[in-house]
């Protein structure tokens, strides 16, 4: 089992930027691949960002490529995300999200443990 807790959201002007954390517990954090999810009001949830377990491969979506950053560190087990040049259009809840396999992925589905989100709202 995988504990996690988002923190770090909250209101932002469009072009400021924040960092949300993901603190994890329980099983050995440094050997799941990590996410970011984001859903807006009506929307489906979709990917944002994602980090192997030891951080050499990163996958970033369209949307946010250039603007955002994942990074990890298993020391502190913790997953960030720095997010930069917000856009109105970024509002949603984000989620942090876990999965065992190797495979750095896209799909919610393959990710096993998610936290409870947090709210970033962007205003233009």
Do not use: H
């Not at 946010?64 to 994942?70: D, E, L, M």
């Not at 502190?76 to 999965?99: G, H, I, Q, R, W």
């Amino acid at each position: 089992q995988v504990q996690l807790v988002e923190s770090g959201g909250g209101l932002v002007q469009a072009g400021g930027s924040l960092r949300l954390s993901c603190a994890a517990s329980g099983r050995t954090f440094g050997s799941v691949t990590t996410g970011w999810f984001r859903q807006a009001p009506g929307k489906e949830r979709e990917f944002v960002a994602a980090i192997s377990w030891r951080g050499s491969t990163t996958l970033y979506a369209d949307s946010v490529k250039g603007r955002f950053a994942i990074s990890r560190d298993n020391r502190k087990n913790t997953v960030y995300l720095y997010m930069n040049s917000l856009k109105p259009e970024d509002t949603a809840v984000y989620f942090c999200a876990a999965s065992p396999g190797v495979a750095v992925t896209t799909t919610p589905s393959t990710y096993n443990y998610w936290g409870q989100g947090t709210q970033v709202t962007v205003s233009s």
